[in-house]
């Protein structure tokens, strides 16, 4: 399932379409048609592939692709994530949560 933060996926799909012809030739030689792939592990094996062939700068692309955009604070995205989360474990045991105003 792909969860917040959405900004990772949007990064990771201009990665795809950048580079798409490597990252699906790569996928193909290993047997593997990625749009096969659910959604999460489709941005997973995009995201492999770019940290395989970062060019020894794995870490900075990294932190390209997790950074959040100017504007949002990490802890949003935190808060964001949270709530989800418990809103998700609560329906989990039949609680339906407060509807917030």
């Not at 020894?56 to 709530?83: C, D, H, N």
Request: hydrophobic fraction near 40%; glycine fraction near 8%; charged fraction near 20%.
């Amino acid at each position: 399932m792909v969860v917040p933060p959405y900004f990772i996926c949007l990064r990771l799909q201009a990665i795809a379409g950048q580079h798409w012809q490597a990252i699906d030739g790569q996928a193909a030689l290993k047997g593997i048609d990625p749009f096969d792939l659910p959604v999460d592990r489709f941005f997973n094996y995009v995201y492999q592939w770019a940290m395989e062939h970062s060019g020894g700068k794995a870490e900075q692309v990294q932190r390209k692709i997790e950074t959040p955009p100017a504007g949002m604070k990490p802890s949003e995205m935190v808060a964001e994530q949270e709530g989800k989360d418990f809103t998700d474990f609560a329906k989990a045991f039949g609680v339906t949560p407060p509807k917030s105003s």
